[in-house]
Each structure stands twice: as structure tokens, then as C-alpha cells.
């Protein structure tokens, strides 16, 4: 079967190929309604289809980004993929979603594979261990943008939630209705990821406003795996926490498990706040009580910003840090 081209569109519709290259690039200055509803017709009837590749190398652009999360279980990656895409929809752009597994070596792999794919640039939840791989990118001035997370002496702008006021904020609370056992359970601080490092800080500065003594065991964190082993021994201390803060929405479920097995009743064995707000939040008996990121509206400020880069990549910005607004939703699991 013959390969339609752009000479055959242009002949159908009785007018030059640079007429009908005007129409597929969406340059209508001066092109009357008439022809381009001629070349719009002859387009179907002929079933072109334009060589995106071709078309890539001319304009210098293959309107696609890539974006790669860190993990894709956690619902605030999926909610930013999400938002991402709808910006890149609403200028006709592509998005290749890559997921990591909080593996630096699967990341390396993507980064390479995305660029190789001349991807016009890139939003990651980074690893974090792949500064130099970062670093590169930073001196080639390729369009990159960061969530959720810092890499120290990596210059990349970052958006992400202001982590300690999250945590801050449920840890007041909790004080607030009368709790001062205070748990919080996060997953392993080992990679020094951004929020898990500034949750653990803004529980500390929380306890100290209200002068309440830290109790080191009261402190957990570990894999996600080991979660409900970890939560067996700390709800069985002599002296067990009355309140527990799950530092994100997978350490909720697991501590949600847990309490189900154990037929544990929250509040009134243990209360309970979400950093994260899931989706189940709600319809859960008793709802639960949550932190929730503003995440639609970080993913749009993520895709929005790589848009400024993609469209001046010959000017080079001073990379910024873009912080978000938590917010204390209040419901029944405390």
C-alpha cells in the first residue's frame, strides 16, 4: 500500500506543500478558513498520517517530556503524573512515565534511555543517587526539574511540600486533643530523602513548642516490609503511644492492616493521623484524619516551569525552591 505524504495531501487539496506544512505545524496567520478546511478533508480522505520523527528534527523538538517517580505505588506519584499530564496535554505534548523503584541503577537507565529518545526535558522524583548523572545535566542546561526532593549540590529547581509544617501541624493536633504519647512511624531515613528527613524534624520541633519530652522509642523507621513487625513491638512497650503519625500514605496502610489483624480500635486504642490524603480517607471507618499535599497543583507548578526551560534554553536561571502549603483535614481517627 502506497505511503501517503504530504505532496499527496497538498494535490488533493489544491494548494503547495508548504501550505499544507503551515496547517500541520498549526501556523493559520494568513490561511483562510476555506483552504484549511480543504486540507483538513483531504488529510482524512487520504488517511495521512505526518512523520512525527521527520517533523521532530526539523523543529528541533519531539513535544514529549519524560517523568520518572521514585516509586509509583504512593498515591501523590500518581496524582502528579496526573497534573503533569494535563498541562503537556493542553500544548499538545507527550509524557513517558518511568517508574524507578527507588532504584538509583533503574534511574540511570531511564535518564539515559529518555535522552536518547530527545525527550524536550525531564521532572523526576529523584533517587538521589545519581548526583553526577544530575550535575550533567545541570552544565548541558537541559530542562529538568525536580519534586518532592532535594539533592545536595545538585542546582536543579525543586517543588515540593513544606514537610516540616506537615508533620508539625498533625503533632499539634494531636497535643491539642490531648495526646502526648506521640509515635511516628516513616519509612528508612538511610538515602536521606527530603521528606522523610524534614517530617522527622518538624515531629521533633512540634514536641519541643509543647514541651513534651522526645521518647526515642517512640521513633520508627524502617522498610515499609518490616512495618507491622516494627508497630507489633512499639504498641507492646511498656509505656505504648496513644497517638500514632504515619509518615505516608504507605506506612497508613500498613499501620491500617495491623490494626485490623489486631482487631485494634481507633481512636480508642490508638489515634491516629495520615501524612498524605488518600483517597479512602472519608469512606474508612472512622475517617481518617490527614495532612494532604496540594499535589495537582505542585505537579502543574513542575510542568509549568520545565515549559519555561524547554522554551529558553539559552538562558540559564538560578535554580529555585518552590514549597507548598500543607493542610490539616480533619475527620474522626483521633
Do not use: W
Not at 52 to 69: D, E, F, N, P, Y
Not at 175 to 190: D, N
Not at 272 to 298: K, N, R, W
Amino acid at each position: 500500500m502506497k505511503k501517503i505524504t504530504i505532496a499527496d495531501v497538498a494535490k488533493h487539496a489544491g494548494v503547495s506543500k508548504s501550505t499544507v506544512s503551515q496547517y500541520l505545524n498549526q501556523r493559520f496567520d494568513y490561511m483562510r478558513e476555506e483552504t484549511k478546511e480543504r486540507i483538513e478533508d483531504a488529510i482524512e480522505k487520504l488517511g495521512y498520517r505526518p512523520n512525527i520523527l521527520a517533523r521532530s528534527l526539523k523543529q528541533k523538538s519531539t513535544t514529549t517530556i519524560g517523568v520518572i517517580v521514585a516509586n509509583i505505588l504512593h498515591e501523590f506519584s500518581t496524582q502528579i503524573i496526573r497534573a503533569i499530564e494535563d498541562v503537556c496535554n493542553e500544548r499538545d505534548f507527550h509524557v513517558i512515565v518511568c517508574n524507578a523503584d527507588d532504584n538509583p541503577d533503574k534511574e540511570k537507565k531511564y535518564i539515559d534511555m529518555l535522552r536518547a529518545k530527545q525527550v524536550d526535558g525531564l521532572i523526576a522524583i529523584p533517587t538521589g543517587e545519581n548526583v553526577s548523572l544530575y550535575q550533567d545535566l545541570v552544565k548541558e542546561n537541559f530542562p529538568f526539574v525536580f519534586i518532592d526532593r532535594l539533592i545536595e549540590g545538585v542546582d536543579i529547581d525543586a517543588v515540593l511540600l513544606d514537610n516540616e509544617k506537615a508533620s508539625y501541624l498533625a503533632v499539634e493536633s494531636f497535643i491539642k486533643h490531648g495526646y502526648s504519647k506521640v509515635a511516628m512511624l516513616a519509612p528508612s531515613l538511610h538515602s536521606n530523602i527530603t521528606p522523610r528527613i524534614e517530617r522527622l524534624n518538624g515531629y521533633k520541633k512540634a514536641l519541643e513548642q509543647y514541651q513534651v519530652p522526645l521518647n526515642e522509642e517512640y521513633l520508627v523507621n524502617c522498610e515499609i516490609s518490616e512495618m507491622q513487625q516494627v508497630l507489633d513491638r512499639l504498641l507492646h512497650l511498656q509505656h505504648p503511644p496513644n497517638a500514632i503519625l504515619a509518615g505516608n500514605d504507605l506506612v497508613l496502610y500498613e499501620v491500617l492492616a495491623y490494626s485490623k489483624k489486631l482487631n485494634i480500635q481507633i481512636p480508642d486504642d490508638v489515634a491516629l493521623i495520615g501524612i498524605d490524603d488518600v483517597s479512602y480517607a472519608e469512606v474508612f471507618s472512622p475517617a481518617l484524619t490527614t495532612i494532604a499535599q496540594p499535589t495537582f497543583l505542585m505537579g502543574e507548578k513542575a510542568a509549568n516551569i520545565l515549559f519555561e526551560k524547554i522554551q529558553n534554553k539559552d538562558h540559564i536561571n538560578q535554580a529555585g525552591i518552590y514549597r507548598f502549603e500543607p493542610r490539616l483535614l480533619e475527620r474522626e481517627s483521633y
